[in-house]
């Protein structure tokens, strides 16, 4: 069974950087086509960032330039790197995973808080 483990959330100022982190069990990512999708109570997940098996990467136009992702397959893993956090970004962020197949799997989430 496919599991997705999210970590590195928390609180921070605005103006100030987190890096989230995901790592998959039971499966590897080789294939997989990973994102970022962010949530706030009352509203519908929004995808902010993706990335491809060969490493393309697409983002939200509310985070590019500021978000930066990126995977390690041998880690088994994907990172969120988020700078110049804005109070907008506070929500729970999830990752993604979508397997030939098709297949997907979702994070449990994790809380970002960005205060004024």
């Known amino acids: 069974q496919v599991r997705l483990v999210e970590s590195g959330g928390g609180l921070v100022q605005a103006g100030g950087s987190l890096t989230l982190s995901c790592v998959a069990h039971g499966t590897n990512l080789i294939s997989a086509y990973m994102g970022w999708y962010h949530q706030t109570p009352g509203k519908q997940r929004e995808s902010v960032a993706r990335?491809?098996?060969?490493?393309?990467?697409n983002y939200a136009d509310s985070v590019n330039g500021r978000f930066l992702n990126s995977r390690d397959d041998v880690q088994n893993s994907v990172s969120l790197q988020m700078n110049s956090l804005k109070p907008a970004d506070t929500g729970v962020y999830y990752c993604h995973a979508l397997f030939p197949g098709p297949q997907d799997a979702w994070g449990q989430g994790i809380q970002v808080t960005v205060s004024t």
């Open positions: 990335i491809h098996d060969d490493l393309t990467t």
